[in-house]
Nanobody, 115 residues
Framework: QVQLVESGGGLVQPGGSLRLSCAAS????????LGWYRQAPGKERELVAS???????TYADAVKGRFTISRDNAKRTVYLQMNSLKPEDTAVYYC?????????WGQGTQVTAST
């Protein structure tokens, strides 16, 4: 059983930065694709960024150039560095781990960019 625990969310002024972390249990981390999703009130969950086992990354157009996803296999942790945050980035952010066609999710962490 895989468990994912996110941390690092909070309230930040527009233009500020946050770094989200997601720590995973289990031994499959290094062979798993990882991603960060977000869901704003009244909207569907959407992919923000993903990273493959080889380190290749993809980003949603809305966050390109501002967000960076990275992974540390030794620590079994995936990160999302978020810079130049905008009010429209406000959402609950979820960590995702995908392996053998199975998806695992964290509990979510709230990110709010507001004055």
């Amino acid at each position: 059983q895989v468990q994912l625990v996110e941390s690092g969310g909070g309230l930040v002024q527009p233009g500020g930065s946050l770094r989200l972390s997601c720590a995973a249990s289990g031994s499959i981390f290094s062979i798993s694709a990882l991603g960060w999703y977000r869901q704003a009130p009244g909207k569907e969950r959407e992919l923000v960024a993903s990273i493959t086992t080889g380190g290749s990354t993809t980003y949603a157009d809305a966050v390109k150039g501002r967000f960076t996803i990275s992974r540390d296999n030794a620590k079994r942790t995936v990160y999302l560095q978020m810079n130049s945050l905008k009010p429209e980035d406000t959402a609950v952010y979820y960590c995702n781990l995908r392996v053998n066609r199975l998806d695992y999710w964290g509990q979510g962490t709230q990110v709010t960019a507001s004055t």
